[in-house]
């Protein structure tokens, strides 16, 4: 079974800086996608950022990026230029492709809540 | 706009009442799922559905029963609510296999249930 690690429950930072957010994951799988969600207080989660084992280049998103070691099965997250509205529970995610029945069943790391402070 | 709403989105009832959570969503996705999530703590798999009538079980055992009788309804079900089903549920959904944006999950903003 795959499992995902967040070794950072709680994390903070001065606005404007920049943060990142560490994931490791256990997987035989060579195939797969790996995800950031970020869950705002009270509020829907949604994605950030995603990532296919296959590609070598790391996947950007404006602020955010990801530095992909998939020797070293590390997938972190980098958040340039903090802002407030970035103040949220983050997780590290693992989809394993299913090719009879599409990919599904994300398993979800233990999330790190990030703060920003002003 | 499309997105995917759960109802009620906080709940405290009695211990032995029977609750369904709703979740609609309006993006004609074919997957939905449930999510269970205590507080500060990871997100664990309950249910899931690949298209009407079709529904599985997830990785984290639970005494709820879920339905999918029309594409853009998953309902969850606790006959007789205790204390230990307290957690928050979030309902998601995404597109079937080979579409863009097939791997990706659109999530609800969750049912926090309390039961006394």
């Known amino acids: 079974a795959q499992t995902v690690t967040q070794s950072q429950p709680e994390m903070s930072v001065q606005e404007a800086e920049t943060v990142t957010l560490s994931c490791t994951y256990d997987?035989?799988?060579?195939?797969?996608?790996l995800f950031w969600y970020k869950q705002p207080p009270s509020r829907q989660m949604i994605l950030v950022i995603r990532q296919e084992a296959y590609k070598q280049q790391n996947a950007t998103e404006n602020r955010f990026s990801v530095n992909f070691q998939k020797a070293a099965k590390s997938f972190s997250l980098k958040i340039s230029d903090s802002q407030l509205g970035d103040t949220a529970m983050y997780f590290c995610a693992f989809m394993k492709p299913r090719p009879n029945f599409g990919n599904e069943k994300l398993t979800f790391g233990t999330g790190t809540r990030l703060t920003i402070i002003p | 706009e499309a997105d995917i709403y759960q109802t009620p989105r906080y709940l405290v009832i009695g211990t032995g009442k029977k609750i369904t959570l709703e979740c609609s969503q309006t993006?004609?996705?074919?997957?939905m799922y449930w999510y269970q999530q205590d507080p500060g703590m990871e997100l664990h798999l309950i249910h899931y559905s690949y298209g009407v009538n079709s529904t599985e079980k997830g990785d984290l055992s639970s005494e709820s029963t879920v339905s999918r009788i029309r594409t853009e309804h998953f309902p969850l079900t606790l006959e007789s609510a205790r204390p230990s089903h307290t957690s928050q549920y979030l309902c998601a959904s995404s597109q079937a296999q080979g579409a863009q944006g097939a791997n990706v999950l659109t999530f609800g903003a969750g049912s926090r249930l309390t039961v006394l």
């Open positions: 997987t035989s799988e060579n195939n797969y996608y």
């Open positions: 993006m004609g996705h074919d997957k």
